[in-house]
């Protein structure tokens, strides 16, 4: 009687292990078959434009090898790497040009996109060029735009990620401040302009990661990791009006790219 038990005891015992292998293995298998592609989109705060160094096949698009995506994919080398992200891009650009990469093998993606859309370049060339009461009304245009059109052409490019890459996890990052209020500017726009285009995108911002926590995505704030490197730090990690590359106007340096960006996106990622 006694043996009998014990080898029933023993071959429950086998048949456990056998079990806790099988699942140990066909777990193994789920990871190596879990999706690893990324996939960098959005406009040129995703292409790099502004840190030098541009692919040269990637053409006006001005992709950047010192771009946070491409430092981040060269530092963790997925399984596959599309960077589609491409200066001057809006969101329906975003829909059109640059989702074709996305797919079941997607497992992350970036994205920066928005600005544009709501005509920040067109502000600060007129801020730049024209009165502050000039400037501050095209402002306000452009937070009008941000509060009433925006939300609904960021759920248009959320939905359509989610739908071509539903495994997905989807980093929607932000824009930094632009200025450094009471800081070492001497010259150029009055510091009522500066704390209106700074207040600006922290409403692009505010309204960018809503519509993004909505989608379920992961909202990546830069405002703090460009603190104290801002237009007027006397350490900025942007450049200024640039007369001379007026595209690199506004935009953040490599050292932008690597020390605002990156480490956001590495987090959330």
């Known amino acids: 009687m006694r043996r009998s038990r014990i080898t029933a005891y023993v071959t429950s015992f086998l048949f456990a292990a056998v079990l806790a292998l099988t699942g140990a293995t066909a777990a193994q298998a789920a990871d190596s078959a879990t999706a690893t592609g990324y996939v960098a989109l959005g406009d040129s705060y995703s292409s790099g434009v502004g840190s030098g160094s541009y692919i040269s096949s990637s053409g006006s698009c001005k992709r950047s090898t010192k771009a946070y995506p491409y430092l981040w994919a060269a530092s963790h080398a997925p399984s596959s790497f599309d960077f589609t992200a491409c200066s001057g ?69 959320y939905s359509a990620i989610s739908a071509k890459a539903p495994s997905a996890r989807v980093v929607v990052l932000g824009y930094p401040r632009f200025y450094k209020l009471n800081g070492s500017c001497i010259a150029g726009l009055t510091e009522t ?6 207040d600006a995108a922290d409403l692009l911002n505010s309204t ?7 989608h379920g995505f992961t909202f990546g704030d830069v405002t703090t990791t460009f603190s104290g490197h801002e237009i007027c730090s006397g350490d900025s990690w942007l450049h200024s009006v ?15 790219q690597s020390g605002g960006y990156l480490p956001v996106f590495a987090s959330a990622a």
Request: aromatic share 6%; charged share 20%.
């Open 208 to 214: 960018t990661e809503k519509r993004a926590v909505d």
């Open 242 to 256: 640039n007369w001379l590359n007026i595209e690199e106007s506004y935009h953040p340096t490599a050292a932008g």
């Open 89 to 157: 891009a809006v969101t329906d650009d975003v829909i059109s040009n640059q989702l074709g990469p996305l797919g079941s093998g997607t497992s992350l993606v970036s994205i920066t996109v928005g600005g544009n859309d709501a005509g920040f370049a067109d502000v600060m060339t007129t801020c730049v060029l024209y009165s502050e009461s000039t400037c501050l009304s095209r402002i306000d245009q452009a937070r009008a735009y941000v509060t009433t059109t925006l939300p609904g052409k960021l759920d248009k490019v």
């Open 193 to 198: 302009e500066r704390s209106a285009i700074n």
